[in-house]
């Protein structure tokens, strides 16, 4: 019997916030854990996070200073149960 092994992608998600102090990655493939994606800065305030995903589709939005954002760069969104949108990537 032969076992299919699920190729995952590195996937890398950005977003430009130069004041903050804090950046958090959530969607559905880490479960919105505020603890699983942190995200790291750069120099010019572009801070990203770069995850390995089996294939599918995920809902995601960016968690700044305490603040949900939706990703700017992608205009790829659904609308979430609590009414407001969630971004979505999907490979």
Known sequence: MAINKIKRGRVTFKVQAPEAQKVLLMGDFN???P???VMKKDKKGLWSKTV???PGRY???FFVD???WNDPQNDQTVINAFGSIN???AF
């Open 66 to 68: 305490e603040e949900w």
């Open 59 to 61: 809902e995601y939005k």
């Open 52 to 54: 390995l995903l089996a």
């Open 31 to 33: 479960n919105w854990d």
């Open 35 to 37: 603890k699983t994606h």
């Open 87 to 89: 971004n979505v990537v």
